[in-house]
């Protein structure tokens, strides 16, 4: 009944930008926290960033001053703007929606979501 649709991925080359976009769909009441995990080849799932619903962020040590988070509410939304990427920083990027209440007039339902992932990567 929800789901995370990411998009924005894609190819480009060291010290480049790219805007990641999640949407999320369904009969959606609320959504806690939204945040970006990324798995680079042969590594562990890692978050990037997270934002709460009132706006409070934090990020990986590796991203900051670089990545910033963003979330639209009104169109559960979640944005991951990336700026003078390294190819590091290359992986498959997740969307993932905390605490996520959905539902009609007879019932409501609340837990967890993850995108399908897209892929970014960044050239030498």
């Known amino acids: 009944q929800v789901q995370l649709v990411e998009s924005g991925g894609g190819l480009v080359q060291a010290g480049g930008s790219l805007r990641l976009s999640c949407t999320a769909s369904?009969?959606?009441?609320?959504?806690?926290?939204m945040g970006w995990y990324r798995q680079g080849p042969g590594k562990q799932r890692e978050l990037v960033a997270d934002?709460?619903?009132?706006?409070?962020?934090q990020y990986a040590d590796s991203v900051k001053g670089r990545f910033t988070i963003a979330r639209d509410n009104a169109k559960n939304t979640l944005y991951l703007q990336m700026s003078s990427l390294k190819p590091e920083d290359t992986a498959v990027y997740y969307c993932?929606?905390?605490?996520?209440?959905?539902?009609?007039?007879?019932?409501?339902?609340?837990?967890?979501?993850w995108g399908q992932g897209t892929q970014v990567t960044v050239s030498s």
């Open positions: 369904g009969s959606i009441i609320s959504i806690n926290a």
């Open positions: 993932n929606a905390i605490g996520v209440t959905y539902g009609g007039t007879y019932y409501r339902r609340t837990r967890d979501y």
């Open positions: 934002i709460t619903s009132n706006g409070s962020t």
